[in-house]
């Protein structure tokens, strides 16, 4: 069965200070990932996806993340985090291909942000 | 361009009352998605409908909930009867034929007491 594993419930880090949020998974083939974010008594808002080809995606609000298929990982990163950025933020990984509706998320990481 | 569309926003309610949450999804998409957020268990796909009919019901925890699409504009989730344990932010999402990405609604934060 798959699983995402976000091994950090809580991190604080400075304003200015750059970010990275672990994420591993398991699962049987390459899967579809994506990192979202959730703001106090908001929606999930999606960050960023991986399909397929260049390992090093774009997202918006300056973030990005790196598949590592040796490592399972997908981690996300920012280099310089801003106060508005302080929310809990959402690994997900589905199955590839058309119509692959399943999302499998993980628990979580909340990210408290210091002026 | 609108959203998903949820509503209300917060329930606070009694045990044994029923509960109805509404759902509009984005114009144009298909497919739609119910999920429930709590601490211990997470974000859990409860049903999925595509093109109104339900496709993935395997999520839904008792009898106690049903979900209808009856257009394609409109969905609901109801409880019936409602007990503490289904305290929880209800999630709507709703996208293209079942692909990704799915777009979230703002949640329904239910409390029964």
């Known amino acids: 069965a798959q699983s995402v594993t976000q091994p950090d419930i809580h991190i604080t880090v400075s304003e200015g200070a750059s970010l990275e949020l672990r994420c591993n998974y398991s699962y049987g083939a390459t899967p579809y990932l994506f990192w979202y974010v959730q703001s106090p008594g908001q929606g999930l808002q999606l960050l960023l996806k991986y399909f397929s080809g260049d390992t090093l995606v774009q997202g918006i609000k300056g973030f990005e993340a790196e598949f590592k298929r040796s490592q399972s990982s997908f981690n996300l990163r920012k280099p310089s985090v801003h106060w508005s950025d302080a929310a809990e933020y959402f690994c997900?990984?589905?199955?590839?291909?058309?119509?692959?509706?399943?999302?499998?998320f993980g628990k979580g990481t909340k990210l408290s942000v210091i002026p | 361009d609108a959203g998903v569309i949820q509503s209300p926003r917060h329930e606070v309610t009694e045990m044994g009352q029923e509960v109805t949450l509404r759902c509009k999804p984005i114009s144009g998409h298909n497919s739609l998605f119910w999920y429930r957020q709590t601490m211990m268990r997470g974000l859990e796909l409860l049903i999925y409908?595509?093109?109104?009919?339900?496709?993935?019901d395997s999520g839904m925890p008792e009898d106690r909930f049903s979900a209808k699409m009856p257009n394609a504009s409109f969905s609901t989730l109801k409880i019936q009867p409602s007990e503490p344990r289904d305290s929880a932010v209800y999630f709507c999402a709703s996208n293209t034929d079942g692909g990704q990405p799915q777009h979230f609604g703002d949640g329904t934060r239910l409390s029964i007491l």
């Open positions: 997900a990984v589905g199955p590839s291909g058309a119509g692959s509706y399943q999302l499998t």
């Open positions: 409908f595509n093109n109104n009919v339900p496709i993935d």
